[in-house]
């Protein structure tokens, strides 16, 4: 009995990690779908680059978007930067907890083809596009 028990445990720790690793770390991982920003269903053939605050963003994280940016205009991607996200009010905190899971945070994001991606080079952000476009 206390096999079954243990064998049971491990079996729900093992699929608790999984589930884990599938949702976390988008940085390390690839693309990871979350739910889109308001900011990305407005417009919807475009990759949108977060960056935070204006004076983070210039302070912090400027040189990684200006970089996403200028791999992004050489692919002649379409892009948006915004310095702030939003969610309907009904989902905010689910979604905003769901995507800080995904990214733990870190910056800057980029979102396509309703995927977030911290920090990916262009390759990544063009083979995404491309999913999403089919060009």
Do not use: W
Not at 21 to 46: C, D, H, I, T
Not at 69 to 76: G, I, T
Not at 91 to 103: H, I, K, P, R
């Amino acid at each position: 009995m206390q096999y079954f028990k243990l064998l049971i445990t491990v079996s729900l720790l093992a699929l608790g990690l999984n589930h884990f690793n599938q949702f976390s770390r988008a940085g390390n991982q690839g693309f990871v779908p979350v739910p889109m920003p308001l900011e990305a269903a407005q417009n919807p053939g475009k990759v949108l680059i977060y960056g935070l605050s204006a004076q983070e963003c210039n302070r912090r994280y400027g040189p990684a978007v200006q970089q996403i940016v200028n791999q992004l205009e050489s692919r002649k991607i379409p892009y948006q930067v915004t310095l702030s996200i939003h969610y309907s009010p009904a989902s905010a905190q689910t979604n905003f907890a769901q995507l800080e899971q995904a990214t733990n945070g870190d910056m800057p994001m980029v979102f396509v083809n309703g995927k977030v991606k911290v920090k990916p080079t262009g390759e990544e952000i063009a083979a995404e596009y491309r999913k999403m476009t089919g060009r």
